[in-house]
């Protein structure tokens, strides 16, 4: 396998990394946002939101390791680049970094914490049944 070669591919692995933590965390604050349903269920499920905790905990720690492991790889054979690609990988690990604690302090925030009327979700009820009527009143 050529230099080139291995370059292409540990930077395609590296970008796939950091594109999963940005998708991961703007699906997770989207869908928190958006959706009463799965708001109240990880407000209230304690168990659920703990999990979440955890694995989005663990998700950012396996993606900050492997960032961390592909970038000193590119940079020993990366040569009179090598202060270019360690800047680029730091980039890196900062968009992992904060993309993944976006979606694990949100669920610490909301479904760990404790805060008055955490559990009042009487929103979701009504929302579901506006979305019920969308479809004609065929539900």
């Known amino acids: 396998m050529t230099p080139e070669l291995l370059i292409k591919q540990i930077e395609t692995y590296s970008n796939a990394i950091v594109a999963f933590a940005v998708l991961q965390g703007l699906a997770f604050s989207y869908a928190f946002g958006t959706n009463s349903l799965f708001n109240c269920l990880v407000k209230t499920a304690s168990h659920l939101a703990e999990g979440l905790t955890l694995l989005f905990l663990l998700t950012m720690l396996l993606s900050i390791v492997a960032t961390v492991s592909l970038g000193r790889t590119i940079r020993e054979i990366s040569g009179e680049y090598r202060s270019i690609v360690q800047k680029l990988y730091l ?3 900062v968009v992992v970094t904060i993309f993944s604690l976006v979606p694990m302090l949100l669920t610490i925030g909301y479904g ?7 559990m009042d979700c009487k929103a979701a009820p009504a929302r579901a049944n506006n979305h019920a009527k969308l479809d004609g009143g065929l539900t």
Do not use: A, Q
């Open 91 to 93: 980039g890196k690990l």
């Open 112 to 118: 760990v914490g404790e805060y008055p009327n955490k």
